[in-house]
């Protein structure tokens, strides 16, 4: 019987895929945002969904919701967001702004997970920022968790992504476990310097392999189109490929047309952005959108997410493609990320690159699960069998068809409603204007 483990903060599912290919069953989600939670379930059908907070979220909830009864947790993860501020003489985590940290706690000790992995910005570790971790640290010691110190932050480069991203991982174990140790670098640091080329996978490893968006009308009205002819691919476009039983490590092999080119509307720039995108030397910002253009020969920046709606709506900021003079779509980021073309995102551009920047690195997420599986002794086996994707109407739902169908209230009706017709005004002025910015590369009022 494969271990289990329970995902909060979801998100579209970095962590969770991560956790189900080093051998782990993903039967419980918690993510806040419907368009996130409904994602997930397409890509994760057989993984129970909980749409909502994990304020006031029980343990008992996610049990019942999951069907797993009384059976051990293995493993809790997740990435609470926190501000890591606090008024002078209080403790932090007792701050309003990262209750979410104090929910992750809370939870943990009510699942009695043996193990869990929190994971967090590389912020977290210095300044006034480094208070969280001490009391965080300093909470679980209190409900009977150790957690493996120093900490570690890891970089995704070091683990088989194409893209420098660094994220802080804590690891903790119920006293009287083994703790994990933090898992071995596949590259050395100084193999992925921006100065030299890396020894890992680079964007044109990639991204070669892949059509041009931009030679297909289709994808100006749709996010998929068939395509049977692909150019030659590197070893890591073939493992995104999935064209080995080995690409699916210890996860579920899903139920896919590999003949359809996904996540890939266009982004119809102006001729004036396509000059200066295509006068930019690669490793460069674009002076203009501030766009980063990829080095075909090296490694991307770190894909941002943007913001939600509640903090104006900003728009990720696509890099700009090594070889042409475009933002790379929404399947190009998650190539940059490790994510296989099996996986599905949201259909539209906004929503499907804020979730990839959202996530941890699939490959990352595997190899620090797979040193949980090592503490707890397992040998990891992969299941038998296929699993069929989820409908894909979840991927082209927008905010309230999502929330309908979930069953929650609109969390951006909710947001409006407190903030005024005022400030809802300024934030939809506010992401014309942005969503002008990123797609035309147009300055100015």
Not at 318 to 345: K, N, Q
């Amino acid at each position: 019987m494969r271990p289990i483990g329970i995902d909060l903060f979801a998100g579209a599912g970095g962590l969770s895929l991560g956790f189900e290919q080093a051998g782990f069953d993903v039967v419980a989600a918690v993510e806040i945002d419907p368009i996130h939670s409904a994602v997930h379930a397409f890509n994760f059908p057989n993984c129970a969904v909980l749409p909502r907070s994990v304020e006031g979220l029980t343990g008992a909830a996610i049990r019942k919701a999951a069907g797993i009864g009384k059976r051990r947790v293995d493993i809790v993860f997740g990435g609470a967001p926190c501000q890591g501020f606090s008024l002078i003489g209080h403790r932090v985590l007792d701050d309003p702004r990262n209750s979410l940290v104090r929910e992750f706690v809370r939870i943990v000790d009510e699942l009695k997970t043996s193990y869990f992995v929190f994971e967090n910005v590389k912020g977290l570790t210095v300044g006034r920022h480094r208070a969280v971790l001490d009391e965080l640290i300093a909470a679980f010691d209190a409900i009977g968790y150790q957690v493996r110190l120093p900490w570690c932050v890891l970089d995704a480069a070091d683990y088989g992504v194409p893209q420098h991203r660094e994220r802080l991982f804590l690891y903790g174990a119920r006293k009287g476990l083994p703790l994990p140790e933090y898992p071995a670098r596949l590259t050395s640091p100084a193999d992925n310097d921006w100065r030299s080329q890396p020894k890992g996978p680079t964007c044109r490893d990639a991204l070669g392999d892949l059509p041009d968006a931009d030679q297909f009308e289709e994808l100006l009205e749709s996010d998929q189109v068939r395509h049977g002819r692909w150019r030659e691919m590197s070893a890591y476009a073939r493992e995104m490929r999935c064209l080995t039983n080995d690409s699916w490590h210890y996860g579920y092999v899903r139920r896919w047309n590999p003949a359809m080119l996904t996540s890939s509307t266009r982004t119809d720039h102006s001729e004036i952005s396509r000059g200066r995108f295509a006068e930019t030397a690669p490793g460069q910002i674009e002076p203009i959108s501030r766009f980063f253009k990829l080095d075909g020969k090296g490694l991307s920046n770190t894909l941002r997410a943007g913001t939600d709606a509640a903090r104006g709506a900003f728009t990720s900021p696509r890099p700009i493609h090594y070889a042409l003079p475009r933002c790379v779509t929404v399947r190009e980021m998650a190539r940059l990320h490790g994510f296989p073309d099996w996986f599905r995102f949201h259909a539209t551009k906004w929503h499907g690159a804020r979730q990839i920047g959202n996530a941890v690195p699939p490959p990352l997420a595997r190899a620090v699960a797979g040193a949980v599986m090592t503490a707890l002794g397992i040998e990891a086996t992969r299941p038998a069998g296929k699993m069929a994707l989820g409908d894909t109407a979840l991927i082209q739902m927008v905010m309230s068809e999502a929330s309908e169908y979930f069953g929650v209230e609109n969390p951006i009706a909710r947001r409006d409603r407190k903030s005024g017709a005022k400030k809802r005004k300024q934030h939809e002025i506010e992401a014309l204007r942005q969503v002008v910015r990123e797609e035309f590369a147009i300055v100015g009022n």
